[in-house]
Each structure stands twice: as structure tokens, then as C-alpha cells.
């Protein structure tokens, strides 16, 4: 099937299987491998990346069913030379070992720190909670670290987002 | 993954007419994208009501009416949502992670299958899947699996969170399909395994969730807590929603208990409830309470562990309630 | 100094395996066994090969040539015969993956199956004494009378212990990407430990020499031992590059990765310890038993640590095998040390319980001033120094010894202590030097799975040749360069650096423009001496009375492991350590199917590593240990000491806690509330 998608500002006209996922498109066909297959069903984040603004594990994602969407992967956080501060801040922290599931964790983090509202830990809804490293935790949870990096991811996040 | 087609619904009833036998529905695709990539789903139609305008979050007089499409962040996040039913904000909050909240969407959020080891895997029996086929995890691994309301063909639970919230707020769900609109009340869209485990819910072939309106909010404080070994992105081993309401007088106005991860449904614990309305607030009353309602439970060998565990949660979250 | 590859990973330009931009590349999809013994009556692939876009299917029909004295786990298609279920039976190749994962779905195979054994249980009459435990220990030692020394004891416990298989689940799932040249030389971008190893195995495997085949590995997301021997993921795309006549790309799903690319054996381990009034040692006793597939032996050295940690006049350990219808175990972080020290430091807390003594105090009186099996001397041992300032920054003197008395509103909450030990070894390795547009490059097929191997080769490429480490570049991860070992037994740094020192001497002591080295000589002129890293882990626990959760909020580790080379990666590696350990205590387990043979639980959402959300505070620091003993840089491993302890911290602050010793790996909240 055909679909339109614009990746990191650049847009892309393709033809893909209705099997493909967002994930296997970018790393098999777009050549963009910045997004990591950790696990291919939702269930360690080192896909993650933004759909329209928004993070996403882009294995669970069909591309047929991306159509027309903006997605942003790892490859497209740094402006030019410019590290994200994000990026910057993780190398700094050493926020990772093997570096696998860093590409998911920093798409995750950019985004997560535009998101409103409450988490698990919050402990008024009604207030949107400050970002304690609690929260971060709790907000990054869905991005497996198998090297053990979260106490120095949790110190990159909460610096960056400062 | 099998092959098949795509079409994207351009409204509910274009997805509705659409429908064949073979066809499903594709919502945020978390748990079908899966279990397609898994084989255990294999349709030959996808139809996508993702980006139907079924999104919104609107007051309907005193009630909350939530688009099916509705994705599990923005029902979590919605002011309404976590001003009048906490509860409900703090069971979505309490499942998956936030990537996978961003994609679910209400409706999905509800119709997702069980995690039952054997139910994932194509290669091992499972009645659910392949009628007839055989339960292996009766004799094998059961351990996070139902202990209320199984039958000997099936004893999965239901992983979700958000429902077993909406089984305690009694929500209703909004249903269209080839026979013409309804509206099916929480508890009810899902079911008891029987001898059909095939079937999680009572929807009809076709039938297309549209919405999930919510009754005003039970009176008095709520909660939602989740049992889980490890602190975050985890199905439950137990969990459970509770409101409970006590008068000035001391006695028991109105409570609701729903449980997770216990049965093949979102376990609403009507028998307790009984117990409770209209009697004193005490520890021993909610002790009592919850060993009536699970003197239904039959347990199997590994996962007897879910009734001191339900028993003291309902015993903990209804004392932390009570005024 | 930050890592060096640091750029490129936080970019998403850090290429691994499955990533080389290839042209024409297909894809192979392994089918799997469904019985876990038997034999192949027929491969019924028909159907698959009429399905689009498949080029190929491989399996014991028409087998594919390989070496007769291949290794039985890489031995793909050779045989009709199934060991375990989930083994590599078939293979199909494709255009793309949608294709060949669907036509490997298409492949009927058809068994005659046997009946099977695949658990590991107490009193199984398969039981045997291996002639070796890993790498090369004897499997029974035997010092003193250890019923004597029982008999005479003013405190004794008779403890047993089990852990479950556990996965090494790197984020980074095995893969390969072969390519043929037109003159039968073959490329493998591969997820490996060591390309040298790797190179190696995959040519005498496939009966080539070993000249015609390279191994590129320039990233690898994490390994943990998993990617320490050549998996058949490799030997794979290899064979299916051939048949397809197209360059083909093997990268395994999560769930296969839990059926070949090996795990930690479960264990059953009987401990018995004796002291005196005093708490001095009068026995130790640690007999481990686990299991191996029928394939390969692979044993263990579970009770090892005891012929290492405590000073006792009689001291026995052993290890028990049995063969069982399984895939065969592997290396997963700290072999050996990490299951048995489980064991042995929970015993050790359970002594100390019964002495009325303090843990760290009943370590302490027990340290040895010579290995306690063979009396070699140590290299340097300072356990005793990691315990006392451990204990000190944690603030172990206000701690109350009695039980399950600590009650913040649900919780309990308690402390334990355990020590750690990992062996500091070295191999020998060779290593190129030279100078490039007036910088040096620093050549040698050492590995970086996320280590930071290169960032410490860098650093002490820098201090040999006495220029900032701006001015050195190195090249790893591929089999052409010179051959190192493995990025395993915590030996990587101590044996890739001490060739690169020695590159570095030779260097600058001629012309100043090269040097080589090959450390094979002064590696075999080691003295003869007990080298080891130590430790101390202390944990804080709270344990939930209502559901029987239990988190973490706080580790520490102490660790004297010789000279330090880079304190950040060092940091890393430790808390990294630490934070598995912390997910084998609490949460990590793969069940066995004794119904159907095989593994269940085989993903992310059932097997459960640890989640940002447990992990609070991990905090590791060292002792500034001089130990001229070891190599030149004087340093002692620490990739796998981390792990080692944590779990009997852990687990020893759960007993402070509420009073109850668990014993069974993990400690879940399953196990909790069948105590409450």
C-alpha cells in the first residue's frame, strides 16, 4: 500500500507491505536504525519514538496505519550539530552502557517531558505534579535498561529538564 | 503474520459495514498489533477506527460520556476525569507504560486479551484460542490466573485496569453493530469463561464500542491500587477500585469493590458490597466482607496466593477509605 | 572523560548487527522444535516454498555441509534428532522479513517424539559428578572434616537454596548479517562478545579456514554472557547467504532469543556452615546442583566462592549435574559467583542469626589470609575494608539485629549485608600501535558490549604512551585486527589492556612510529597466586504486610578491585551489576514447561527485568586498592562483581524485615504472603 510520512522534517512516499510496522519501515527500508527492535510487541520501549508530536512504541504500529503522520526518530532530536539537551545530558551523566535502548529513552524523555498531567505516583490529580525524580521513574518505566543506567538516566532527565 | 487487508473506517457505521467474517477492528493496535506479530490473531480485514471522531471527553449532563478512540493518556489526563473519577484516572495511570497509554485507546483498552502464557503461544494448546484444544495451564502455569468464575476450559484473566475502575464506576458501554446500536452496562461487557472461552465478551460479530459513559461518581472517597512485583509496567498479580461512602451515623452508605486480575472478568464484588451497605465501617466488618466474597474463589494450587491477597487489599483500601 | 562512542549512540548513528546498510539483503526466519525430544520423521515445506518472496528453506532434509566436529548447538539441520523444544529445526529465507516470518509459520514438522525430562529437581537420579565445573575446576574439593567440624560447633545451619533459569535478555536481541564474496570468503556482522572467538568458531564450524572469514562487531547492545559464544543465529545467516546467494540478515525475536542463545542453569544448593562461640568457621559444606542439556555438558562452578571466601578448617564443596531434555545452559553475568554467592552469604546470614552475632562482624572474623581450598596467597584482599566502610556509609552501627520489629504504617523494612567476590583474570591478547596523521590508533579485537571498552582503552593507551587521550583513537570489534579474547570472565580490560600497554612500551621504546604486542609469554609467566576482587553489598528493604511487595529504596556496594582505570565507566558497570542482581532477587524467573518441554514466559511482559521505577538509589564506591600482581594497569575486572551479593543482601534484609527467610529465588510477593 502506499503511504505518505514525513520523518524527522523529511517526507517520505512508500510502498509497504500492510505487515510492516513502523519500526521494521524505518530501520529496513528509511535506513533510520536510530529506533532499536528490543523486543517488537511494547514491552521494553527501545522503539520509541514521537507520532505527531506524541512518544509511540513504533513496533506496535502498523505504517499503513501511520499514514500522513509526522514522526520523529532519535536521528532527528539534535539540531545540526547541536545536541539535544537531552543527549548532551545523558552522555555527561553516562546514562548508558551498551547504548540500545538509549535512542528509545531519549525519544521517551523528550516527550515525556511535554506531557501533562499525572502519573502513577502522583499523589494529587488534581495538581499537575512537579518532576521529582519519582516521577521520573515512574514516567520512564516504560523503557527497559537491561545495563542497569536509570539511576544516571534519572539524573540526565531531571538535569535537562531543569 | 498472516496477510491481509487494510481499510481505514471513514465512520462508525462505514467501519460497521464494512465488517466480514475475519475482520477486526484496529484501535491503537498495543495488544492486536501483538498477538497478530504472535500469530494468535489473524485477520484477514483490518479495519482502522483509530482515527474515527470518537475521541472526545464531553459532560453529558451529570454524566461523562468517552469516546472509544479516546487514548488512555488523555482519559488519564482529562480534568474532568481526574477531578470526578479519580479512581478511573489512577487505574489507567496504573497500567502499561506511557508510550503504550499514548496508542491504546478506550475501546482497545477493554477489548485486549488475556496474558496467559499459553493463550501468547500458537504452539501449546489453549481453549481460548483453539476451541477444544485444551487448558494447559490448569496442570501448568497458572500463577497470575483467575481464581473466581473459572471454568475447567479456561481460568485467564482479564489484564485490564482501566476496566476493572469502570466495573466499579457502573459505566456503561456504547455499542453499534450490524443489529443497530445498544448500550451494555460494566459489569457485563465481559463474561465468564463457561464452556466458551473463546468468547471474552458479549459482543456480537461486528459490534463496534463507540463509547463508555460514565455514571455520576459514587459518593465518598475512591481508590485504585495495583499489586504488581515489579513497581511499574507490570499486569497485576491483584488490583483493585473501591469507593466507599460511611454516614455521619458510622454505617455504610454506598461502596463499591471491583477486583483485577482475578477472573475472566473485571470482578465486581457484589457480594461484599451487600455485606457492606447499611452496616458499620469497621475492620472487622470489611474482613468479613471479603472473606464472603471470596468464598467463591476456587483456587488452583499457584495462584492461591490471590485470595490473602485480595482479602487483605480490600480489608487495607476499605480502612484507608473509611473516615 | 565521557565515552568516547557517546555521540554516536545518543544520535541513533551507533550501528549493531542487524544495522549494516547492505544491498539486496534477504531475510532468514528460524523455525523451531515443538517437541522437546524425539526425531524429525519429515520437514513438510511445500507449502512454504510456493509462498511469495521466499528463496529458500534449509532443514535435516537436505542438510547443508558443515564441519563433522561442529559444536551441537551450532550443528544446525545435521541431524534428525531434537534435544529440547524450541531448538533451530528449520529455516526460512526470504525478500523481506513479513515473508519469511510468514512462510516459516507455513513449515510443517512432522516428529516422532520420545518422552521428556526437563526439570531440575531434588534427589533426580540423573545426578552426576562432572569431571570440571567452568572454566576448569575441579568439580568435588575436599579440605578437612567438615562433620567433624559440625560436630564441634557452637552454631550450625543446614540450609538449601534454589534459583530459577534465568535470562540474560540483553536489549539488543541476537542477530547476524552474512555475506558471501564471490571467493567463498565470508563477512559476519554479528552481536558478539569477541570477534576473535567468534571468527574462529564460525569458520570451524562452517570448515572453512579461518582466513576466509571476518567477524565485525563494532556495537553490541549488551551481552551479559549471552553473546559470549558463537550462538546459531550466526551459523544461520551464514548458511542461508549461501543457499539464497544473497547477502541474509538473522535477527532473532525476543521469544527466540529466551530458547537459543543460552541462560543461567537453575540451581538447588545445600549449604551447612559451623562456628564456635566466637563465630570462627569450623565447617563449610556448599554442594550445588544444576542441570545441562543432552548436547554439552555445561557445568557451573556454582560452589567455587567457598573455596575463596572464609578462613574454616574443614571445607567441602561439589557440584552435581544432570542431563535433562533442555537447551544448555550459558554464561550469564558472574557464572559461578553470582548464584552460589547467592547461597553462600544468605547461609552466612543465617549463621550469624543463629550466633546472635553481627553479620558484618561474623564476616569479618572469618576473613582468610590465604585461599581457603588450596592456600594459595592472595594477590590483595581487602573484604575486611569493604565491610567496615560499607558498613560505615551506610549506617550499619544504629542498626537493631532483632527481626520483623520495623513498622512504617504496612511496611517493614530492614537491612542486610553480603559480601562479593569475582576472580581477576587475564588472558593473553595481542594488540597494534601506530601513529596516523600525528595521532596514535590503538588496533586490537577487543569488544565494547556497552562496557566502555573503548573508552578505557583509550585511557590507558593515553597513560602508556604519556599523551591526553584526545590523541588516541581505537579500533575494536573486528576479527581483522589483532586477536583478542572475549569480553567475558570480567577479563576483557586486564587482558586487552595489557597488550596494549605492551604496544604502547614497544612503541615508544623504537622507532616511535609502531608497536605490537602478543602478551601470551608474560601472561603464562603469572605467579602463581590467588587474584580476586571483593565486596560488600548492603541493602534496605520494605516489605508490604498487605500484598507482600517489596522495593528497594536503597543499595550500596564497596567494592576493592585493584586500580580503577575510568571511575565513571567503573560507576556504571557496578550499579549496572548491582541492578540486575536487584532483578534476580526480586522478580527474574523463566519457568520450565514440564508439560510441553521448553521455556515459558519467553517475553518482556513475563519475564520481568527491573523497570526505572525500582531502582531508586544504587550507589557504588571503591576502595583505592594497589595490587602490583595482576597487570599493568593493575587492575581487577568489574563487569560481573556487581551482581554478585545482591541478591543476599537482599534477600537477608527481607528476613530484617519481617522475620522470614525466603530461600527460593525470586523473592515475590507470591512467597511473602504465604509466610504472613
Request: include cysteine; proline fraction near 7%.
Amino acid at each position: 500500500m502506499d503511504i505518505t510520512l514525513k520523518v524527522n522534517g523529511t517526507p517520505h512516499a512508500v510502498d509497504v507491505d500492510p505487515r510492516m510496522s513502523l519500526l521494521d519501515l524505518l530501520r529496513e527500508r528509511l535506513g533510520l536504525i536510530g529506533a532499536k527492535k528490543g523486543c517488537d510487541h511494547g514491552q521494553c520501549g527501545a522503539c520509541t519514538v514521537l507520532i505527531d508530536g506524541r512518544r509511540a512504541n513504533a513496533c506496535l504500529a502498523l505504517a499503513v496505519a501511520v499514514d500522513g503522520s509526522e514522526v520523529t526518530t532519535v536521528e532527528g532530536l539534535a539540531e545540526g550539530d547541536d545536541l539535544h539537551p537531552l543527549q548532551a545530558a545523558f552522555i555527561e551523566h553516562d546514562a548508558f552502557q551498551c547504548g540500545y535502548c538509549t535512542p528509545g529513552q531519549l525519544c521517551s524523555a523528550v516527550a515525556m517531558l511535554g506531557e501533562p498531567g499525572p502519573s502513577a505516583v502522583t499523589g494529587d490529580l488534581a495538581l499537575d505534579p512537579e518532576l521529582t525524580p519519582e516521577e521520573i521513574r515512574e514516567r520512564m518505566s516504560g523503557n527497559l535498561c537491561r545495563c542497569g543506567a536509570y539511576v544516571n538516566i534519572v539524573k540526565a532527565i531531571a538535569e535537562a529538564a531543569l | 503474520m498472516k496477510r491481509f487487508e487494510y481499510a481505514r473506517a471513514g465512520s462508525p457505521s462505514d467501519a460497521v459495514r464494512r465488517f466480514r467474517p475475519g475482520t477486526m477492528y484496529l484501535g491503537g493496535g498495543t495488544n492486536l498489533v501483538d498477538l497478530m506479530r504472535l500469530g494468535v490473531a489473524e485477520p484477514d480485514l483490518l479495519v482502522d477506527v483509530s482515527r474515527l471522531p470518537l475521541d472526545v471527553i464531553e459532560p453529558v449532563g451529570d454524566r461523562l460520556r468517552v469516546g472509544a478512540a479516546v487514548r488512555n493518556t488523555d482519559l488519564a489526563a482529562d480534568p474532568l476525569v481526574r477531578t470526578h473519577y479519580p479512581m478511573l484516572a489512577r487505574a489507567v495511570l496504573a497500567g502499561a507504560s506511557g508510550q503504550v497509554r499514548n496508542m491504546a485507546t478506550v475501546a482497545g483498552n477493554l477489548l485486549q486479551r488475556t496474558r496467559c502464557a499459553y493463550f501468547q503461544d500458537v504452539s501449546r494448546p489453549c481453549n481460548k484460542r483453539r476451541p477444544g484444544s485444551g487448558c494447559p495451564a490448569i496442570e501448568g502455569d497458572h500463577g497470575n490466573l483467575a481464581v473466581l468464575g473459572a471454568s475447567g476450559a479456561c481460568v485467564a484473566t482479564h489484564p485490564s485496569d482501566m476496566a476493572v475502575a469502570l466495573a466499579a464506576l457502573d459505566a456503561e458501554v456504547h455499542v453499534t453493530g450490524p443489529g443497530g446500536d445498544r448500550i451494555i452496562p460494566m459489569p457485563g461487557l465481559h463474561r465468564l469463561p463457561g464452556e466458551e472461552p473463546e468468547r471474552d465478551t458479549v459482543l456480537e460479530p461486528g459490534d463496534l464500542i463507540t463509547a463508555v459513559e460514565l455514571p455520576a461518581s459514587p459518593p465518598g472517597a475512591s481508590a485504585y491500587r495495583k499489586v504488581r512485583e515489579r513497581a511499574s509496567f507490570a499486569f497485576a498479580l491483584v488490583s483493585i477500585a473501591a469507593s466507599l461512602d460511611v454516614g455521619s451515623d458510622g454505617v455504610v452508605s454506598d461502596c463499591r469493590i471491583a477486583l483485577g486480575s482475578v477472573a475472566h472478568v473485571p470482578w465486581r464484588a457484589e457480594r461484599a458490597e451487600r455485606l457492606l451497605i447499611g452496616g458499620p465501617a469497621t475492620g472487622a466488618a470489611f474482613l468479613e466482607a471479603a472473606e464472603a466474597e471470596l468464598d467463591q474463589a476456587r483456587p488452583l494450587p499457584r495462584n492461591a496466593y490471590k485470595l490473602p491477597l485480595a482479602r487483605n487489599l480490600i480489608v487495607a483500601t476499605l480502612e484507608e477509605l473509611a473516615p | 572523560m565521557n565515552r568516547v562512542e557517546g555521540r554516536v549512540k545518543v544520535t541513533g548513528l551507533a550501528t549493531y548487527a542487524a544495522e549494516y546498510p547492505v544491498e539486496a539483503v534477504a531475510y532468514a526466519y528460524p523455525v523451531q522444535s515443538l517437541v522437546a525430544k524425539g526425531r524429525i520423521a519429515g520437514v513438510h515445506d511445500a507449502a512454504a516454498r510456493e509462498m511469495p518472496g521466499v528463496l529458500a528453506v534449509l532443514s535435516c532434509e537436505d542438510p547443508p555441509r558443515l564441519a563433522e566436529d561442529a559444536d551441537a548447538e551450532l550443528a544446525l539441520f545435521q541431524s534428525r534428532d531434537v534435544a529440547y523444544r524450541g531448538q533451530i529445526v528449520a529455516a526460512v529465507v526470504a525478500g523481506t522479513y513479513e515473508n519469511a516470518r510468514a512462510a516459516a509459520a507455513a513449515v510443517r514438522v512432522e516428529y516422532d517424539p520420545d518422552d521428556h525430562d526437563v526439570a531440575l529437581r531434588s534427589g533426580h537420579p540423573g545426578f552426576y559428578r562432572p569431571d570440571v565445573v567452568n572454566p576448569d575446576y575441579p568439580a568435588d574439593t575436599v579440605k578437612g572434616d567438615v562433620e567433624a567440624g559440625l560436630d564441634v560447633a557452637a552454631a550450625s545451619v543446614d540450609v538449601t537454596y534454589s534459583t530459577p533459569v534465568l535470562h540474560n535478555n540483553p536489549m539488543e536481541p541476537h542477530a547476524a548479517l552474512a555475506v558471501w564474496d564471490p571467493e567463498g570468503r565470508l563477512l559476519v556482522y554479528d552481536s558478539t562478545q569477541g570477534t576473535s572467538p567468534d571468527r574462529d568458531t564460525i569458520a570451524r564450524t562452517l570448515g572453512l579456514p579461518r582466513e576466509d572469514v571476518r567477524v565485525v562487531s563494532r556495537h553490541v547492545g549488551g551481552g551479559f554472557g549471552s553473546k559470549g559464544s558463537t550462538r546459531p543465529h550466526a551459523v544461520l545467516a551464514a548458511l542461508a547467504a549461501r543457499a539464497a546467494g544473497r547477502p541474509v540478515k538473522v535477527a532473532l525475536t525476543r521469544h527466540q532469543m529466551f530458547d537459543v542463545t543460552g541462560y543461567r542453569t537453575p540451581t538447588i544448593q545445600r549449604l551447612r556452615l559451623g562456628a564456635d562461640a566466637g563465630g570462627r568457621l569450623t565447617a563449610v559444606e556448599h554442594v550445588a546442583y544444576e542441570q545441562s542439556s543432552t548436547l554439552i555438558e555445561f557445568a557451573e562452578q556454582t560452589a567455587t566462592p567457598a573455596r575463596v571466601m572464609y578462613a574454616t578448617p574443614a571445607l567441602r564443596t561439589a557440584h552435581r549435574l544432570v542431563r535433562l531434555d533442555v537447551a544448555t545452559p550459558s554464561w550469564m553475568r558472574a557464572p559461578g559467583e553470582c548464584p552460589g554467592m547467592y547461597a553462600l552469604e544468605s547461609a552466612m546470614d543465617e549463621l550469624a542469626c543463629a550466633l546472635g552475632m553481627d553479620p558484618v562482624e561474623l564476616r569479618v572474623v572469618n576473613d582468610a589470609d590465604a585461599e581457603p581450598e588450596g592456600g594459595l596467597p592472595f594477590s590483595s584482599r581487602n573484604l575486611v575494608m569493604c565491610l567496615r566502610e560499607g558498613a560505615r556509609r551506610f549506617g550499619w552501627r544504629h542498626r537493631d539485629p532483632e527481626p520483623g520489629v520495623r513498622r512504617e504504617g504496612e511496611w517493614l523494612v530492614g537491612t542486610g549485608v553480603a559480601a562479593s567476590t569475582y576472580p581477576a583474570r587475564r588472558r593473553p591478547a595481542s594488540a597494534f600501535a601506530f601513529v596516523r596523521d600525528g595521532d596514535y590508533v590503538i588496533q586490537v579485537a577487543a569488544a565494547d558490549i556497552g562496557t566502555g571498552a573503548r573508552t578505557a582503552l583509550v585511557r590507558i593507551a593515553a597513560d602508556a604512551l604519556g599523551v591526553p587521550p584526545g590523541q588516541v583513537h581505537v579500533e575494536l570489534g573486528d576479527s581483522d585486527l589483532p586477536e583478542a579474547p572475549v569480553a567475558g570472565g570480567s577479563m576483557g580490560t586486564a587482558s586487552w589492556g595489557s597488550a596494549v600497554v605492551r604496544a604502547c612500551e614497544e612503541l615508544k621504546r623504537g622507532d616511535g612510529k609502531e608497536g605490537r604486542a602478543d602478551t601470551t609469554g608474560e601472561v603464562g609467566n603469572d605467579a602463581r597466586l590467588a587474584r580476586h576482587a571483593f565486596g560488600a553489598q548492603f541493602a534496605e528493604v520494605r516489605v508490604s504486610s498487605v500484598t507482600g511487595e517489596i522495593r528497594v529504596p536503597r543499595l550500596l556496594g564497596v567494592f576493592a578491585a585493584g586500580r580503577i582505570v575510568d571511575p565513571e565507566l567503573a560507576r556504571s558497570q557496578f550499579i549496572g551489576g548491582m541492578t540486575m542482581g536487584l532483578g534476580m532477587a526480586l522478580m527474574e524467573e523463566t519457568l520450565t514447561d514440564e508439560e510441553f518441554g521448553g521455556f515459558l514466559r519467553r517475553d518482556l511482559a513475563q519475564y520481568h527485568v527491573p523497570a526505572c521505577a525500582d531502582v531508586p538509589h544504587v550507589e557504588a564506591v571503591w576502595l583505592d586498592e594497589q595490587d602490583g600482581e595482576l597487570n599493568p594497569m593493575g587492575s581487577k575486572g568489574i563487569g560481573e562483581i556487581g551482581i554478585v551479593g545482591t541478591a543476599a543482601a537482599i534477600g537477608n534484609a527481607v528476613h530484617h524485615a519481617t522475620g522470614h527467610r525466603l530461600r527460593d529465588l525470586p523473592m515475590t510477593p507470591v512467597k511473602i504472603l504465604s509466610r504472613f
